[in-house]
C-alpha cells in the first residue's frame, strides 16, 4: 500500500516552455504531498509543501512563481515548471504523506529527469 | 541551514562486514528520523525509522541508534551484502521531512 505514481518519469523541453509533472497517490488519499529537486550529486532539497485545497507553502529560496503547484484533489497534486531555463534542469521527486496524524509515513514517487535545451 | 547532515558522503565495505552511516541534526524539534535508500534516476525507499523518545530500533541487519543529547544518529547494516550499495540519506521529520546530504555506500565482495 501507501504507491505514489508520478509522470512523466523523463521530460525534454525547449528553453522558455513550461512543463508539468503529476504526482498521484493510487490506493491512499494523500491530503499532504510534497516536492523534492535533487541536483547532481546532491541532496534532496525540499521545495515546497502541497496542502489538497489550499496554496502550497514554499521553503526558503523557492520561487513560487517558477513552480507553480496544485494540489486540486486528495490523489492529485502537480508541479508546472514555468518558462523552463537550462538551469532548471534537475530530478524532481514527490512524496505523499500516509497514515495517520500519530503514525505516519512518507512515500515517494519515482521521480521525473527534467532536462531543458 | 542545514538542519540534517551527513558528514561522509561516500563509505566502502567489504561484503560481509558492518556498515555504518552517520547523521548529525540541529534541529530538537525533530520528533522522527527516518533513513531512506536512493538508486540514482529512481525515488527514495523507506529503511527504518525511529521516534525522538527511542534510542534505538531494530528491523532485520538494519539498526538504527538515537543519540539525543549529541544530536547524533546512526544506521547500521550488518552483515553488509552487495545489494546494498546505493546511496542512504538520513531524514529529520516535523511536519514535513528534511534530508541531509546522503552517503554514497558501496559493499564490495
Known amino acids: 500500500g501507501a504507491v505514489v505514481s508520478q509522470h512523466p518519469s523523463w521530460v525534454i523541453c525547449k528553453s522558455g516552455t513550461s512543463v508539468k509533472i503529476e504526482c498521484r497517490s493510487l490506493?491512499?488519499?494523500?491530503?499532504?504531498m510534497f516536492w523534492y529537486r535533487q541536483f547532481p550529486k546532491q541532496s534532496l532539497m525540499l521545495m515546497a509543501t502541497?496542502?489538497?485545497?489550499?496554496?502550497?507553502?514554499?521553503e526558503q529560496g523557492v520561487e513560487k512563481d517558477k513552480f507553480l503547484i496544485n494540489h486540486a484533489s486528495l490523489t492529485l497534486s502537480t508541479l508546472t515548471v514555468t518558462s523552463a531555463h537550462p538551469e532548471d534542469s534537475s530530478f524532481y521527486i514527490c512524496?505523499?504523506?500516509?497514515?495517520?496524524?500519530?503514525?505516519?509515513?512518507?512515500?515517494f514517487g519515482s521521480g521525473t529527469r527534467l532536462t531543458v535545451v | 541551514d542545514q538542519q540534517v547532515k551527513q558528514n561522509s558522503p561516500s563509505l566502502s565495505v567489504q561484503e560481509g562486514r558492518i556498515s555504518i552511516l552517520n547523521c548529525d541534526y540541529t534541529?530538537?524539534?525533530?520528533?522522527?528520523f527516518l533513513w531512506y535508500k536512493k538508486y540514482p534516476a529512481e525515488g527514495p525507499t523507506f529503511l527504518i525509522s525511529?521516534?525522538?523518545?527511542?534510542d534505538k530500533n531494530e528491523d532485520g541487519r538494519f539498526t538504527v541508534f538515537l543519540n539525543k543529547s549529541a544530536k547524533h544518529l546512526s544506521l547500521h547494516i550488518v552483515p553488509s551484502q552487495p545489494g546494498d550499495s546505493a546511496v542512504y540519506f538520513c531524514?529529520?521529520?516535523?511536519?514535513?521531512?528534511?534530508f541531509g546530504t546522503g552517503t554514497r555506500l558501496q559493499v564490495f565482495p
Open positions: 534541529n530538537s524539534m525533530f520528533d522522527y
Open positions: 512524496s505523499a504523506r500516509f497514515g495517520t496524524e500519530l503514525n505516519y509515513g512518507y512515500t
Open positions: 502541497s496542502n489538497e485545497g489550499s496554496k502550497a507553502t514554499y
Open positions: 490506493d491512499f488519499q494523500a491530503t499532504t
Open positions: 525511529i521516534s525522538s523518545i527511542k
Open positions: 531524514g529529520g521529520n516535523t511536519d514535513k521531512l528534511i
